[in-house]
Nanobody, 117 residues
């Protein structure tokens, strides 16, 4: 079973940037499309961005983050990234990574992103 560890979250002012990382164990990482998800308090977990199995492959973004977030991956490092720019208070959530729809693996602990002045 693949395990994931998310990191890179924190407290940032509106308009700021963060780069999230997700490191996955095991050799299965490179065959899966990957996604970043988030869950805000009192809300359901939602898909934020996705990337196909190959580095530099096709990507998906939910409308609210298009033009601000960029997903990428490094299969040699079993890692997927989420560069988040121009952050808004509504981006505040716990961010998780998993395979891209459906989420096949156990969820990690996530990384908290708080956007506040």
């Amino acid at each position: 079973q693949v395990q994931v560890v998310e990191s890179g979250g924190g407290l940032v002012q509106p308009g700021g940037s963060l780069r999230l990382s997700c490191a996955a164990s095991g050799s299965a990482f490179s065959i899966y499309a990957m996604g970043w998800y988030r869950q805000a308090p009192g809300k359901q977990r939602e898909l934020v961005a996705g990337i196909s199995s190959s580095s530099g492959g096709s990507t998906y973004y939910r409308d609210s983050v298009k033009g601000r977030f960029t997903i990428s991956r490094d299969n040699a490092k079993n890692t997927v990234y989420l560069q988040m720019n121009s952050l808004k208070p509504e981006d505040t959530a716990v961010y998780y990574c998993n395979t891209y729809l459906p989420a096949r693996w156990d969820w990690g602990q996530g990384t908290q992103v708080t956007v506040s002045s």
